[in-house]
């Protein structure tokens, strides 16, 4: 039994002064001051005792492509991160589309990961006969309505919609990329200036999102579908989303970090580290996610977590594949956003444990409560750390966000009752 005593816990929505009991559940919050049955006692004063955060947007590139991240690295940058629980896309290569790469994938990432997990199944042109096969094994579907990986594309409307009727006899969500390949193919010929990388941004244009969300709410209400729109990147994106809210439409959604702290014009200097699929928006787009994180239009804040190898993303935008790590630095980066007063601790809370939990299913997880799985993070809102890619767990070994001074973040991580990250060092 672990006892982390004399810190504060947020639970129910509020902090109390209190101490936890674990075994691989949390067996009790208690006042007593020296909990009589505990073999291990951590003293967490002044420090805050939340529950485990959970990613529900990572991709661990394990099988395929274990030379940028495989399921060890990753699931300890996520402990690095307080991450206890993530979500793992199906942009494997070759894509994880049929129930075979399904299992295998399974059981790699039950031998290799230091934290809890749950797959997503890509939705094809032609497996939708086995989406209700592997239902029981998923945490969700994902679809691309624009370019990705192998035959993960699905840009066919009449098809498109089949796979919104499928999805929904599941019962489970189905996870959207929403952009439009029309729009995006036209903006390529006409917006793309060599030597001039901010103009990438302008090559995958706004419209390109709003179009393909409006589409996906439609379809989503015509089938019942239980919609999640992944990696909002716009204004025009959150209104719609916001509107389909207000007439009940059983639809989430999610932002990353990179969009919350970063614009196209920080392309200039970064280049093809910031390439990104959705790419950076504006000033205006940035502060509508802002708004929308506050007055509860956007759901969670997940990390899109791509790692790619510094090599790749060392050639030009045009060239470098899409995408940055994120698993690890997303607590310090909404902690810090936390000090300077951009979102509360409890809508922290909420964007990366409770609205993950709820919207896919995660029995146990998300809260502190008594005969919850103890998935615990401790963090350090006094703390102050620099990003710096020398402390990275992830395989890829960098960050967009390298030399970034924050304060306040993860100084303990606690999966199943186990102790797998301790003062930024993972067991």
């Not at 067996?27 to 959970?54: F, M, R, V, Y």
Request: glycine share 8%.
């Amino acid at each position: 039994m672990l006892a982390l005593i004399n810190g504060k816990i947020f639970t129910q929505g509020r902090l109390i002064d209190a101490n936890l009991l674990l075994s691989e559940k949390i067996e009790k919050i208690t006042k007593e001051q020296h909990p009589t049955d505990a073999d291990k006692i951590i003293n967490c004063s002044g420090k805050i005792i939340i529950p485990g955060l959970i990613d529900p947007h990572v991709h661990f590139r394990d099988p395929g492509q274990t030379y940028k991240e495989d399921w060890l690295t990753g699931s300890k940058a996520a402990a690095h991160g307080g991450v206890t629980t993530v979500l793992d896309m199906p942009n494997n290569v070759p894509p994880i589309t049929t129930p075979e790469r399904l299992k295998e994938k399974l059981e790699i990432a039950k031998k290799k990961s230091i934290v809890n997990f749950g797959l997503y199944f890509g939705v094809g042109p032609d497996n939708l006969e086995a989406l209700d096969e592997v239902k029981d094994m998923v945490c969700g579907y994902k679809m691309f309505m624009c370019k990705s990986t192998g035959d993960l594309l699905l840009t066919d409307s009449a098809k498109q919609e089949k796979a919104f009727q499928a999805v929904s006899k599941t019962g489970e969500v189905l996870a959207v990329h929403a952009e439009t390949p029309e729009i995006n193919e036209a903006a390529m010929k006409n917006k793309k200036i060599e030597g001039h990388p901010e103009s990438y941004a302008d090559t995958k244009p706004s419209e390109s999102e709003i179009r393909a969300i409006e589409k996906a709410l439609k379809m989503a209400g015509t089938y019942k579908t239980r919609l999640h729109i992944v990696h909002l990147t716009t204004e025009g994106g959150v209104e719609l989303i916001k509107n389909a809210k207000s007439h009940g439409a059983d639809v989430t959604t999610e932002t990353c970090p990179h969009y919350l702290f970063f614009t196209k014009t920080d392309i200039r200097e970064k280049k093809a580290l910031l390439a990104m699929n959705p790419p950076l928006r504006t000033k205006q787009d940035q502060a509508a996610l802002w708004t929308a994180i506050n007055n509860g239009i956007i759901d969670m804040v997940s990390t899109d977590h791509a790692p790619h190898t510094i090599e790749e993303k060392s050639k030009d935008v045009w060239t470098a594949p899409g995408g940055v790590p994120g698993v690890e630095t997303r607590a310090g980066l909404l902690l810090d956003a936390v000090n300077s007063r951009l979102l509360s601790f409890e809508r922290f809370i909420q964007l990366c444990c409770e609205n993950p939990a709820k919207r896919f299913g995660l029995a146990k997880k998300g809260y502190i409560k008594q005969g919850f799985d103890a998935d615990i993070a401790v963090v350090d809102m006094k703390k102050h750390h620099k990003i710096k890619s020398d402390d990275l767990y992830t395989k890829c070994g960098w960050s967009p966000f390298e030399g970034l001074k924050l304060k306040g973040c993860p100084v303990m991580t606690i999966a199943d009752g186990r102790i797998v990250m301790e003062d930024g060092v993972v067991l």
